[in-house]
């Protein structure tokens, strides 16, 4: 860490077979700075899981960057620093990573700093295979965190301090080492700050002076700390004068300078908070900290799954947890929303648990409070039902989900080992409960209207498509990833009459019920007007003056064609919608351009001009939605362009050749759009 410049240093290990980063050493920052990184999950996005994932050194050179690269880790650690995150690899294996951090800005990863990380990975990686193969490898038990030793207030090591902070600073003051504690105070900042010495000595201040106890102090501490700046703040005695604060922090320690101060911007001096016996104490930064982490994480929480997993990742490695359980109240039952950590038959035997049952998951629910258990024992002596139906945990803490004054559900953190619940832990975990529960209400909202929408989008697109002799059909549908999971994307092919059919294919605005109700309209409308007869023209033209009639708000993009298979032609109208492809028998390939018309639902008098081209047997005609081709990095003329080149390299097998067009959306499983393609080819005239 010295040669390379850092200022701190952790070393994580990937244990074997989990998914999970285990903090294994760290240097240069207290232990308790650790608490919400102890374990990460891989999932979660920061620098070291993204260079395990990766397989490459991740710099983030500023605060600016982490904040827009990782928004949740820049949200609990708002300051100024720069960090490498590597990975540790062994034999081709990644069996770890390493993570740096310098004092920031610092825009330039110097090649000998960015050799001297890979040289420290290749040793590590080296000393852990090592360990495997004599047969001691690293395991969860033997890990232990190193950071700054806890020094006992001895007058050698007062002197040492006072040594040092003479060397930093002139001027009477305290020092601080990296834990935060007092190493040394001189007699003039005693006074001053109202103690003695000797109480002082070893104490950490915001715990020796009760005025100085408020998140607001401890935070400063900790941003000179974590980004080795200098800082300051000012906070008021209990005789309401008022002190100046400076920090000046190195790699040994900070150096405090205290001085009197006016009251801010001269008006009466009222501190922070007020103290007083009766006031309850306030919540320490790194239990803000655990707020913090849990609330940037949530923001991302779509569906009661994503709230579980998120949890999952924050707040069981914080705590120290083994497994957690999210129940919700259903029928008068106490159902199991997601669990993480327990075995899918425990959850069977409490899933409906009635509400009124003596359990400590329903007290929880119904009257709000919550419960600690430290071990089976106490669970036991306070419900002695409980202890015939285990989960095979020694410690429990019953989170009550109430969001907006209404119970959601009872979160259960479950422990392998007895585990007493300090206070400070119960008030995190009880506040940690509300983001939890504000998450979940929002998560079951969004999973019924999912659920009422997917259903509706189900029913309303074809099952399956009529055979026809003398076609060969293949269609695919992919739903969006993102949002509601739905869309107003649409295909059909309605049968004419023995020698004619229509294929249609088209896109509603929209990603919710309203598009996917929308699409069941038009393809309706679309298909009474093709079976009554009328042309493509007149099919496009009356379902639009259907729609504006309706005026639903939303637009529609739609591409209609009449099939002769007698006579090997194809007549089209469009709607606003991206151009077909042809793929002759010969393999070449042409994008079908023709006038458009306007999207469906704008303009009533709108008409609909035809075209009409040449489709022998062999001849492959593709029709497809926005979603197939559209990418932020690409014209969208020039990704239709694309698909037409993948189109006449593709396989003749019209089954493999839409897995093959729509592999590329379908392998990124992050799409913003709905994905259908609908491939039709004429074989022989039919009879």
């Known amino acids: ?27 240069g920052l207290p232990v308790e700075f650790a608490a919400p990184w102890q374990r990460i999950s891989l999932a979660y996005p920061v620098p070291v899981t993204d260079a395990v994932r990766s397989g490459e050194l991740v710099w983030v050179d500023s605060q600016e960057e982490l904040v827009r690269r990782y928004p949740r880790a820049a949200l609990v650690l708002p300051y100024h620093f720069a960090l490498a995150g590597a990975p540790i690899v062994h034999g081709g294996k990644t069996v770890g990573a390493l993570l740096l951090l310098w004092p920031g800005p610092r825009h330039d990863l110097v090649p000998a700093v960015r050799d001297g990380i890979a040289s420290v990975c290749a040793f590590l990686g080296h000393l852990l295979a090592a360990a495997e193969q004599t047969g001691q490898p690293l395991t969860p038990a033997a890990r232990s965190l190193v950071g700054p030793a806890a020094r006992e207030a001895t007058p050698s090591a007062t002197e040492e301090a006072a ?23 001189t007699p003039a900042a005693a ?59 190195d790699d040994t320690g900070i150096s405090v300078r205290i001085t009197p101060a006016p009251g801010p911007d001269g008006a009466a001096p009222v501190g922070p908070r007020q103290t007083g016996a009766a006031q309850a104490a306030p919540a320490r930064v790194g239990a803000l900290y655990h707020l913090m982490h849990l609330a940037g994480a949530l923001s991302e929480a779509v569906s009661a799954e994503d ?28 159902r199991i929303a997601g669990y993480h950590g327990y075995p899918a038959e425990v959850m069977d035997r409490f899933d409906g648990t009635p509400l009124t049952s003596p359990t400590p998951g329903v007290r929880a629910l119904t009257e709000g409070a919550a419960g600690f258990f430290a071990s089976r024992e106490e669970l036991e002596r306070a419900y002695p039902a409980r202890a015939r139906r285990t989960d095979g945990m020694a ?29 400070e832990e119960r008030a995190a975990l009880t506040s940690l409960a509300g983001l939890m529960a504000q998450a979940l209400d929002r998560a079951r909202l969004y999973d019924t209207e999912h659920a009422l929408a997917q259903s509706l989008q189900t029913g309303l697109l074809p099952h399956t498509l009529p055979e026809v002799p003398g076609l060969e059909v293949q269609a695919r549908y992919l739903p969006a ?72 708000g939303l637009f529609t993009s739609c591409l209609y064609a009449r099939i002769d298979l007698t006579d090997h032609t194809a007549c089209l109208a469009t709607a606003g919608h991206p ?31 035809t075209h009409t081209l040449a489709l022998p047997p062999g001849t492959v005609l593709a029709l497809f939605t926005d979603g197939l081709v559209e990418t932020p990095d690409q014209p969208l003329d020039a990704r239709i362009t694309g698909l037409a080149r993948d189109l006449g390299r593709g396989p003749a097998d019209l089954r493999a050749l839409a897995d093959m067009l729509t592999a590329p959306v379908r392998d990124a499983g992050d799409r913003t759009d709905d994905v259908a393609l609908l491939l039709l080819r004429p074989t022989t005239p039919p009879g």
């Not at 001053?192 to 607001?216: N, R, S």
């Not at 709230?307 to 029928?331: H, K, N, Y």
């Not at 959601?408 to 619940?421: R, S």
């Not at 070449?588 to 458009?596: D, G, S, Y």
Request: proline share 9%; hydrophobic share 50%; aromatic share 8%.
């Open 1 to 27: 860490m010295r040669d390379l410049g850092a200022h701190a240093a952790c070393v994580y290990v990937l244990p074997p077979g989990e998914d999970v980063l285990a903090l294994e050493v760290m240097t």
């Open 163 to 185: 040594a040092r902070y003479a060397q930093r600073l002139p001027e009477p003051g305290v020092a601080l080492d990296l834990d935060g504690r007092i190493a040394f105070i």
């Open 191 to 249: 006074r001053l700050v109202g103690a003695a010495e000797q109480h002082l000595l070893g104490a950490l201040p915001w715990e020796a002076l009760e005025w100085l106890d408020d998140p607001v102090y401890e935070d400063r501490y900790r941003a000179a700390v974590i980004s080795r700046r200098p800082t300051s703040f000012t906070a008021r005695r209990p005789d309401r004068a008022w002190l100046r604060f400076e920090l000046f922090p």
């Open 307 to 334: 709230v579980v997993r998120l949890v999952a990742e924050t707040v069981l490695p914080a705590f120290g947890a083994q497994a957690l359980a999210m129940l919700v109240a259903e029928g008068g039952r106490l």
């Open 395 to 423: 410690a429990w803490a019953f989170l009550p989900l109430i969001a907006s004054g209404k119970p959601v559900g009872t979160c259960v953190l479950a422990f392998a080992d007895p585990h007493p619940f300090a206070p």
């Open 481 to 552: 990833t993102h949002g509601m999971d739905i869309g107003g994307d649409f295909y059909d092919l309605i049968r004419l009459d023995d020698a004619t059919v229509a294929a249609v294919i088209g896109d509603v605005q929209g990603h919710n019920v309203a598009a996917a109700a929308l699409m069941g309209q038009v393809r309706t409308a679309i298909h009474a007007h093709a079976t009554a007869g009328a042309a493509p023209a007149q099919v496009l033209a009356r379902t639009n003056r259907l729609l504006t009639d309706l005026d639903p």
């Open 579 to 609: 151009p077909p492809l042809l793929r002759h028998p010969d393999g070449t390939t042409a994008v079908v351009q023709f006038e458009p018309g306007l999207l469906l639902g704008i303009d009533p008098d709108a008409t609909y001009p």
